[in-house]
């Protein structure tokens, strides 16, 4: 099995900085993107930042310039740096990672349980 636990969610003042880690862990045999995703009560779920298996990184216009993505392929662990923070940022942000299982078999997404970023003003 293959299981995403995020970390580093928390309560935080506006203008703030909070850092997320998700560390992927089971039977992997390569990690192709990985993102994050955030949920606001009463919301869709929209992607925040991306990043490929190369470095290649995307982010939601909201949040450039203020969030940093980046991933430690060694450690199979995914971080989201974001500073200025505001309260329209307050969510659960959920990690996200595609990922091939066994040589020869297609990736499949998986998704952490997420965790719980609250931005006061």
């Known amino acids: 099995q293959v299981q995403l636990v995020e970390s580093g969610g928390g309560l935080v003042q506006a203008g703030g900085s909070l850092r997320l880690s998700c560390a992927a862990s089971?039977?992997?045999?390569?990690?192709?993107?990985m993102g994050w995703y955030r949920q606001a009560p009463g919301k869709q779920r929209e992607l925040v930042a991306l990043?490929?298996?190369?470095?290649?990184?995307n982010y939601a216009d909201s949040v450039k310039g203020r969030f940093t993505i980046s991933r430690d392929n060694a450690k199979n662990t995914v971080y989201l740096q974001m500073n200025s923070l505001k309260p329209e940022d307050t969510a659960v942000y959920y990690c996200?990672?595609?990922?091939?299982?066994?040589?020869?078999?297609?990736?499949?997404?998986?998704w952490g349980k997420g965790t719980l970023v609250t931005v006061s003003s």
């Open positions: 996200n990672a595609d990922i091939i299982r066994t040589l020869g078999y297609n990736a499949m997404a998986y």
């Open positions: 990043i490929t298996s190369g470095g290649i990184t």
């Open positions: 089971g039977s992997i045999f390569k990690i192709n993107a």
